[in-house]
């Protein structure tokens, strides 16, 4: 099965920091990421699917990147209400696997 | 609007069975895959099951095969998870998912999401 890698585990930086998260699949899944942001206490949500498409209503300051077996979520200008774990899924080929997460707080 | 509600959960001993369920409203149910996602406590996201849109195909992650099944009554747009056999390590909360579908049909991640129900395995 392949394997979906994130980092950094955990990262903390300041409101209007760029803030970049990484996410590595053990073999190639051409474009078939999404990544998703759970906010503490709440439901996951969709943010970005086929690697850099934003879903309807998403900020603008996010976006994502890559193909293959290499992604990133960026979020361009922190702000207070992006505090959450974030999760990549490859979601074309079961099993459907999530990445570990990457918690983000504000410094 | 999209809903996605999700019952059954409970408390129950290790080797027993439960059944959740998940009702949903406001979008063609029987157009559209389903999955169940959980969540141990303080956990990351898991995915576990998938069904197609007309039920005639279903995954399972490894570690339920042969004690979960998942399945769909899409006359009543609702979606079930048969838990079996039930083990400390199922507990969490278990979310009933939509598969979003782009412009071109394609696939594009969990679009939609239910509130969670807590399946709590204790001896």
């Known amino acids: 099965d392949i394997q979906m890698t994130q980092s950094p585990s955990s990262l903390s930086a300041s409101v209007g920091d760029r803030v970049t998260i990484t996410c590595r699949a053990s073999?190639?899944?051409?474009?078939?990421l999404a990544w998703y942001q759970q906010k503490p206490g709440k439901v996951p949500k969709l943010l970005i699917y086929a690697a850099s498409t934003l879903q309807s209503g998403v900020p603008s300051r996010f976006s994502g990147s890559g193909s293959g077996s290499d992604f990133t979520l960026t979020i361009r200008i922190l702000q207070p209400e992006d505090v959450a774990t974030y999760y990549c899924?490859?979601?074309?080929?079961?099993?459907?696997?999530f990445g570990g997460g990457t918690r983000v707080e504000i410094k | 609007q999209v809903q996605l509600v999700e019952s059954g959960g409970g408390v129950v001993h290790p080797g027993k069975s439960l059944r959740l369920s998940c009702g949903a409203t406001?979008?063609?149910?029987?157009?559209?895959?389903m999955h169940w996602v959980r969540q141990a406590p303080g956990k990351g996201l898991e995915w576990v099951a998938l069904i197609s849109f007309d039920g005639s195909h279903q995954y399972y992650v490894d570690s339920v095969k042969g004690r979960f099944t998942i399945s769909r009554d899409n006359s009543e747009n609702t979606l079930f998870l048969q838990m079996n056999s039930l083990r400390l390590d199922d507990t969490a909360v278990y979310y009933c998912?939509?598969?979003?579908?782009?412009?071109?049909?394609?696939?594009?991640?969990?679009?939609?999401w239910g509130q969670g129900t807590l399946v709590a395995v204790s001896s």
């Open positions: 406001g979008f063609t149910f029987n157009t559209y895959a």
């Open positions: 899924q490859k979601y074309k080929i079961v099993p459907l696997t």
């Open positions: 073999q190639g899944i051409g474009n078939s």
């Open positions: 998912t939509r598969e979003g579908a782009d412009d071109y049909g394609g696939k594009s991640g969990f679009d939609y």
